[in-house]
Antibody, heavy 120, light 107 residues
């Protein structure tokens, strides 16, 4: 059974930093691209970042580029999102997801999410 | 960037109704479109990928169609567990984008 468990969320002041983790199990982690998606309170889904299998290629939404860094540790089957220079508008539930790529493309499995609140 | 426009944003329907949600892309995305269902307090889950492929375990009353820039998600006979918010997503090119969502509520 595929499981994705996010951690590291919490309350942080504007301008602060936070690192999210996503522990994966139930699949061969190093063969999948992984992604972060967020949802601000009462809003829709927003893609944040993707890292390809192997970690050599990363992609970011313009809203987080230069402030967030996605990475992965295949030896620990763990995905990370390092967030810095946080703003109030970064307040959201952050989901990690397994990105199915190849003959078909979609976010196949999602974690339950980790809440990040940016407030003074 | 590819923009996705969903319509309607809100839909009120009864159990047993046929429901159709539209998603329009600002440029050709071929068939690189997925549909997700989201319920309050739960993570989204994929229902349709590659425009028309039903995800394993999803009831056959769900179907997807379209290609290029026009896509639809259809629920042939709405069930109580289908009341949720639905999002389309394009996976043709980065940045990957979602539509604004369609909330399906009980009439």
């Amino acid at each position: 059974e595929v499981q994705l468990l996010e951690s590291g969320g919490g309350l942080v002041q504007p301008g602060g930093s936070l690192r999210l983790s996503c522990a994966a199990s139930g699949f061969t982690f190093n063969t999948y691209a992984m992604t972060w998606v967020r949802q601000a309170p009462g809003k829709g889904l927003e893609w944040v970042s993707t890292i390809r299998e192997g970690g050599g290629n990363t992609y970011y939404a313009d809203s987080v580029k230069g402030r967030f860094t996605i990475s992965r540790d295949d030896s620990r089957s763990t995905l990370y999102l390092q967030m810095s220079s946080l703003r109030a508008e970064d307040t959201a539930i952050y989901y990690c997801a397994q990105y199915q790529r190849g003959s078909s493309y979609f976010f196949a499995y999602w974690g339950q999410g980790s809440l990040v609140t940016v407030s003074s | 960037d590819i923009q996705l426009t969903q319509s309607p944003s809100f839909l009120s329907a009864s159990v047993g109704d046929r429901v159709t949600i539209a998603c329009r892309a600002s440029q050709d995305i071929s068939g690189h479109l997925a549909w997700y269902q989201e319920k309050p307090g739960k993570a989204p889950k994929v229902v349709i990928y590659s425009a028309f492929t039903l995800q394993s375990g999803v009831p056959s009353r769900f179907s997807g169609s379209g290609s290029g820039t026009e896509f639809t998600l259809t629920i042939s006979s709405l069930q109580p567990e289908d009341f949720a918010t639905y999002y389309c997503q394009q996976l043709k090119s980065y940045p990957l984008t979602f539509g604004g969502g369609t909330k399906v509520e009980i009439k």
